[in-house]
């Protein structure tokens, strides 16, 4: 059963940090390239950073360039998000993402939400 449990979030200040876990079961994920998306209220899902398989590449959100990292661990199938200079803009439900090989299977997980009080 593929599963992947979001994971870190929480209520912070604005300036402030936080850490997304991602926990990934049930498919092989070393294989998978992994992304971050998030969605606030009355707006679309969007990409925030995306992956590559073995971590050699990463691409980000131009709102959260130079803020946001997005790493993962292989070992222990597990995608992060250091989140550091956090602004209210940045209130949403974060999703991971698995894109496998030809993006021929996708899973999501089911969100974790993200505040930043002002």
């Known amino acids: 059963q593929v599963q992947l449990v979001e994971s870190g979030g929480g209520l912070v200040h604005a300036g402030g940090s936080l850490r997304l876990a991602c926990a990934a079961s049930?498919?092989?994920?070393?294989?998978?390239?992994m992304a971050w998306y998030r969605q606030a209220p009355d707006k679309e899902r969007e990409l925030v950073a995306l992956?590559?398989?073995?971590?050699?590449?990463?691409n980000y959100a131009d709102s959260v360039k130079g803020r946001f990292t997005i790493s993962r661990d292989n070992t222990k199938n597990t995608l992060y998000l250091q989140m550091n200079s956090l602004k209210p803009e940045d209130t949403a439900v974060y999703y991971c993402?698995?894109?496998?090989?030809?993006?021929?299977?996708?899973?999501w997980g089911q969100g974790t939400q993200v505040t930043v009080s002002s």
């Open positions: 993402k698995a894109i496998g090989p030809l993006l021929k299977t996708i899973y």
């Open positions: 049930g498919f092989t994920f070393s294989s998978y390239a």
């Open positions: 992956i590559t398989t073995a971590g050699k590449y990463t």
